[in-house]
């Protein structure tokens, strides 16, 4: 099982006591409950090697911007993690769909949620995601780079949806990925409790990354 063979491995590995947020009962715990196989070098995914380290790869994001201005930023991001996002993708497996819904969880472990304050809005590369993720979490925007840039990787047509949530304004409030599986589109946003739920939107805009 790959279960018995990610244990086995992550009790020889020291990289996960870096991230002491993340037990391995609850992390494994997450993908067995929901019937997805995890990652398989899972346990290598929460370090990455010195040559790709985050360098201040964050951009500031307005909160009065336009969406497309908000969309340039985070694509910005998106394509300064292909080098990170190219070392973990191989560690997903499977179907596409089973990799999408690898992606959901392992994003929704690694990142805690935590909103950022309206004037301080960032977009993060990978590299900067993941060394932050146990310092300062992470909202829809990252995510949202996580999710679209290893997706990316692993050859999964992907695009990013804002949208608005409120009636009387087209400017968007939230950011998730839709990726492409067979002429269907999967939600992936792990800021919802369950893989491919969609939050309530009023307006909405489809970019590519």
Same mark, same amino acid.
Do not use: W
């Given at each position: 099982?790959?279960?018995?063979?990610?244990?086995?491995?992550? *009790?020889?590995? @020291?990289?996960?006591? $870096?991230?002491?947020?993340?037990?391995?009962?609850?992390?494994f715990a997450l993908f067995k409950h929901n019937? !997805?196989?995890?990652?398989?070098?899972?346990?290598?995914?929460?370090?990455?090697?010195? *040559? =790709?380290? #985050?360098?201040?790869?964050?951009?500031?994001?307005?909160?009065?911007?336009?969406?497309?201005?908000?969309?340039?930023?985070?694509? $910005?991001?998106? *394509?300064?993690?292909?080098?990170? #996002?190219?070392?973990? #993708?191989?560690?997903?497996?499977?179907?596409?769909?089973?990799? !999408?819904?690898? &992606?959901?969880?392992?994003?929704?472990?690694?990142?805690?949620?935590?909103?950022?304050?309206?004037?301080?809005?960032?977009?993060?590369?990978?590299?900067?995601?993941?060394?932050? #993720?146990?310092?300062?979490?992470?909202? !829809? +925007?990252?995510?949202?780079?996580?999710?679209?840039?290893?997706? $990316? @990787? =692993?050859?999964?047509?992907?695009?990013?949806? &804002?949208?608005?949530?409120?009636?009387?304004?087209?400017?968007?409030?939230?950011?998730?990925?839709?990726?492409?599986?067979?002429?269907?589109?999967?939600?992936?946003?792990? !800021?919802?409790?369950?893989?491919?739920?969609?939050?309530?939107?009023?307006? +909405?805009?489809?970019?590519?990354?």
């Amino acid at each position: 099982m790959v279960f018995d063979r990610i244990n086995r491995k992550f *009790e020889r590995a @020291s990289l996960l006591t $870096k991230c002491h947020f993340l037990t391995k009962r609850r992390f494994f715990a997450l993908f067995k409950h929901n019937r !997805c196989e995890p990652p398989i070098h899972l346990f290598q995914i929460m370090a990455l090697p010195k *040559e =790709l380290t #985050a360098k201040n790869q964050l951009f500031m994001v307005t909160r009065y911007q336009t969406t497309d201005q908000i969309a340039a930023m985070i694509k $910005k991001a998106i *394509e300064q993690s292909k080098p990170a #996002a190219d070392y973990l #993708a191989p560690n997903f497996g499977g179907t596409q769909l089973n990799q !999408c819904k690898q &992606l959901y969880f392992f994003t929704k472990s690694l990142v805690p949620y935590k909103r950022e304050p309206g004037g301080n809005q960032t977009a993060k590369t990978l590299q900067r995601i993941i060394q932050d #993720a146990n310092k300062t979490g992470g909202d !829809c +925007k990252h995510y949202t780079t996580v999710i679209c840039s290893i997706a $990316k @990787s =692993l050859g999964i047509p992907v695009k990013m949806r &804002l949208i608005s949530q409120r009636i009387n304004s087209r400017n968007p409030t939230h950011i998730y990925a839709v990726a492409n599986v067979d002429g269907k589109e999967i939600v992936i946003d792990p !800021c919802m409790q369950k893989f491919m739920q969609q939050a309530r939107y009023f307006y +909405k805009k489809d970019v590519q990354p």
